[in-house]
């Protein structure tokens, strides 16, 4: 891929990004971010358990190695793992009560009204 491809495949597809006030896990994947999403999303103790065994596997697993495509390594603990509006959390009760910058965030993305209440 030259320069200029990878240049552009970089910029995001909807040219566009919110700021909006977001409960995040740290950046990373480790066995505290895990316990950490769990608690966030209240999840049972079996789904933790299932979660950390599985993150004990991908640890052992190598990425594959493909002969043609050439593309920069991917650092996964640059990566946020988990993230979601703080309003979520209070699960409003109408879009009165939604935040702004998101409902102006579905309306570039075409998101029916009736979905977007299903969403906030």
């Known amino acids: 891929m030259k320069q200029q491809e ?39 103790e079996w789904m933790l358990n ?31 793992y988990y993230s979601a509006p703080k309003s979520a959390k209070d699960k409003p009760k109408s879009l009165d009560e939604v935040d702004p910058k998101l409902l102006e965030t579905y309306a570039k993305l075409g998101i029916p009204l009736k979905e977007q209440e299903k969403l906030s």
């Open 6 to 44: 990878l240049e552009k495949s970089k910029e995001y597809k909807y040219g566009f990004t919110t700021d909006i006030e977001s409960v995040r896990a740290p950046k990373g994947l480790n066995k505290e971010v895990i316990r950490f999403i769990s608690k966030i999303k209240k999840e049972p």
């Open 50 to 80: 299932w979660r950390l065994k599985a993150y004990d596997r991908l640890k052992n697993i190598k990425e594959p190695n493909w002969q043609k495509p050439k593309y920069p390594k991917i650092d996964y603990q640059d990566l946020y």
